[in-house]
């Protein structure tokens, strides 16, 4: 028996292909005889045939068979050359050959909407991590400044700071002592403390409304305005973590409730202050020249460390006011204080004092040089501005006068019982820093309000 290359399933050797191996001979000597039981026999499947079929399979333009013409034949090319929009929605299985855009995101369908939606799905996923950090910004800003956190942050002493501070307002809510208080008295203290209470709440300060009405601590006495000195006293033994109190009188406003305490003045103290009283002395008030003064208290400015201010006040045309002043915690303070307050002082000189306590500081700063290397002055308009009427009635002095282009800090409406307007000074001061600090918001509701008002009012003279 002979062998082809291979062995061979046929009997006597050789490889069968039925239909296509009659009549053919390889040279070899493997039997060209075929399967005779397959198909019907041998020679059903003629050679034309198998050559047809394989002409149908390979597109053979000159065989064609029925429903397969030309574009059955370039179905495929035509189909693959027209563009493609995504996967489709079929879900096809991970073994699948990679094709274009398969697992990616895309429209299932067509239209201007989809295609607008393919659009912005692209830029979103661009944008996500930006998308996320406004978001973050914006969880923040609501949290530290729509929600009380703020107050928290602010008032801690180790963030914002605001717990060093306690704000004094003299309100004298008993009633007057020389008069009862009418509406317009009430009006103002009304309007006062709120505008206190606003800004404590905004900077994490404390506040203390102290009632200023008489207290007669001495029998023989009668020393309303001298109160602040004892009240001072009292607050810090309140407040034992308070370094910084300030005193502010009843007819005070705060115009700029966006500066904090820190950033308009403590923050800088050497550059918000000075110490040499010649740069401005409407009192002219000597310079100590006593030879045997250390160097620190011949000195008109101390030693020169903001570290050792402990008073500090500002100045008018008539000398120190106490409207609005600073006075620091420390052993010098209670030192000052205990002096002030002294009763014998008070008896002696009580009668050439015509502005009282303020009169006292003056000569105290003038004949104790002690006082001095520790007492700093602050420019009259940064805490205390002056309207038209107090020291001048044109109220133009650059130095003492409030000026709305430059937003002063605070408004003193000093004097204003003796021939001015308190309530008409101080609405309209209110009403001038409610304009000057209101948001997009508050003022559409006000002109909202201003609009449903005079529409009211028409109506009413209508109906008259």
Same mark, same amino acid.
């Given at each position: 028996?002979?062998?082809?290359?291979?062995?061979?399933?046929?009997?006597?050797?050789?490889?069968?292909?039925?239909?296509?191996?009659?009549?053919?001979?390889?040279?070899?000597?493997?039997?060209?005889?075929?399967?005779?039981? @397959?198909?019907?026999?041998?020679?059903? +499947?003629?050679?034309?045939?198998?050559?047809?079929?394989?002409?149908?399979?390979?597109?053979?333009?000159?065989?064609? =068979?029925?429903?397969?013409?030309?574009?059955?034949?370039?179905? %495929?090319?035509?189909?693959?050359? /027209?563009?493609?929009?995504?996967?489709?929605?079929? %879900? *096809?299985?991970?073994?699948?050959?990679?094709?274009?855009?398969?697992?990616?995101?895309?429209?299932?369908?067509?239209?201007?909407?989809?295609?607008?939606?393919? /659009?912005?799905?692209?830029?979103?996923?661009?944008?996500?991590?930006?998308?996320?950090?406004?978001? $973050?910004?914006?969880?923040?800003?609501?949290?530290?400044?729509?929600?009380?956190?703020?107050?928290?942050?602010?008032?801690?002493?180790?963030?914002?700071?605001?717990?060093?501070?306690? &704000?004094?307002?003299?309100?004298?809510?008993?009633?007057?002592? !020389?008069?009862?208080?009418?509406?317009?008295?009430?009006?103002?203290?009304?309007?006062?403390?709120?505008?206190?209470?606003?800004?404590?709440?905004?900077?994490?300060?404390?506040?203390?409304?102290?009632?200023?009405?008489?207290?007669?601590?001495?029998?023989?006495?009668?020393?309303?305005?001298?109160?602040?000195?004892?009240?001072?006293?009292?607050?810090?033994?309140?407040?034992?973590? @308070?370094?910084?109190?300030?005193? !502010?009188?009843?007819?005070?406003? #705060? !115009?700029?409730?966006?500066?904090?305490?820190?950033?308009?003045?403590?923050?800088?103290?050497?550059?918000?202050?000075?110490?040499? #009283?010649?740069?401005?002395?409407?009192?002219?008030?000597?310079? &100590?020249? $006593?030879?045997?003064?250390?160097? &620190?208290?011949?000195?008109?400015?101390?030693?020169?460390?903001?570290?050792?201010?402990?008073?500090? &006040?500002?100045?008018?045309?008539?000398?120190?006011?106490?409207?609005?002043?600073?006075?620091?915690?420390? =052993?010098?303070?209670?030192?000052?204080?205990?002096?002030?307050?002294?009763? +014998?002082?008070?008896?002696?000189?009580? !009668?050439?004092?015509?502005?009282?306590?303020?009169?006292?500081?003056?000569?105290?700063?003038? @004949?104790?040089?002690?006082?001095?290397?520790?007492?700093?002055?602050?420019?009259? %308009? *940064?805490?205390?501005?002056?309207?038209?009427?107090?020291?001048?009635?044109?109220?133009?002095?650059?130095?003492?006068?409030?000026?709305?282009?430059?937003?002063?800090?605070? +408004?003193?409406? $000093?004097?204003?019982?003796?021939?001015?307007?308190?309530?008409?000074?101080?609405?309209?001061?209110?009403?001038?820093?409610? =304009?000057?600090?209101?948001?997009?918001?508050?003022?559409? *509701?006000?002109?909202?309000?201003?609009?449903?008002?005079?529409?009211?009012?028409?109506?009413?003279?209508?109906?008259?």
């Amino acid at each position: 028996m002979s062998l082809s290359r291979s062995p061979s399933p046929q009997r006597g050797g050789g490889w069968a292909s039925p239909g296509l191996t009659d009549n053919i001979s390889s040279g070899r000597s493997s039997p060209v005889r075929a399967y005779t039981n @397959v198909n019907g026999g041998a020679n059903n +499947v003629a050679w034309a045939s198998a050559k047809a079929r394989s002409a149908q399979v390979n597109g053979h333009q000159g065989f064609s =068979t029925k429903n397969a013409g030309w574009f059955g034949r370039h179905a %495929r090319s035509i189909s693959s050359s /027209l563009p493609r929009f995504g996967s489709g929605g079929g %879900r *096809k299985s991970y073994g699948d050959r990679e094709k274009l855009n398969r697992g990616r995101w895309g429209p299932s369908g067509g239209g201007i909407f989809r295609r607008f939606q393919t /659009l912005c799905g692209g830029i979103f996923r661009r944008m996500k991590l930006r998308l996320l950090l406004v978001l $973050a910004i914006l969880v923040l800003w609501a949290l530290f400044y729509i929600t009380p956190l703020h107050r928290v942050y602010r008032k801690a002493s180790f963030l914002g700071g605001g717990s060093r501070f306690v &704000i004094i307002l003299a309100a004298n809510q008993g009633g007057g002592v !020389m008069e009862w208080k009418g509406p317009r008295e009430w009006a103002i203290e009304r309007d006062s403390i709120r505008n206190k209470k606003h800004y404590a709440e905004k900077w994490g300060y404390e506040l203390e409304i102290v009632d200023m009405s008489t207290k007669k601590r001495y029998a023989h006495e009668w020393r309303e305005s001298w109160e602040k000195v004892d009240t001072i006293r009292t607050t810090l033994r309140k407040y034992p973590n @308070v370094e910084w109190v300030w005193w !502010m009188d009843l007819n005070t406003f #705060i !115009m700029e409730p966006s500066y904090s305490l820190q950033s308009h003045i403590f923050q800088d103290l050497a550059l918000s202050t000075y110490r040499n #009283i010649s740069v401005y002395n409407p009192l002219n008030i000597p310079a &100590i020249t $006593a030879s045997q003064l250390d160097p &620190i208290s011949l000195s008109p400015t101390g030693d020169n460390n903001p570290q050792s201010i402990n008073l500090i &006040i500002p100045q008018d045309c008539g000398g120190f006011n106490l409207g609005s002043f600073f006075v620091r915690r420390s =052993t010098w303070t209670d030192r000052l204080l205990d002096i002030w307050w002294d009763p +014998v002082m008070y008896e002696q000189r009580h !009668m050439q004092w015509e502005h009282k306590e303020q009169d006292a500081l003056e000569y105290l700063y003038s @004949v104790q040089p002690w006082i001095r290397p520790h007492v700093a002055f602050i420019p009259q %308009r *940064k805490v205390n501005s002056f309207p038209p009427g107090a020291c001048g009635d044109k109220g133009d002095d650059p130095r003492i006068h409030y000026n709305q282009l430059d937003r002063d800090f605070v +408004v003193n409406m $000093a004097g204003c019982e003796w021939g001015r307007d308190c309530w008409g000074e101080m609405y309209n001061y209110r009403e001038l820093s409610h =304009t000057l600090n209101s948001n997009m918001w508050e003022n559409f *509701k006000d002109w909202f309000n201003n609009m449903v008002r005079d529409a009211l009012r028409r109506e009413q003279k209508k109906g008259a």
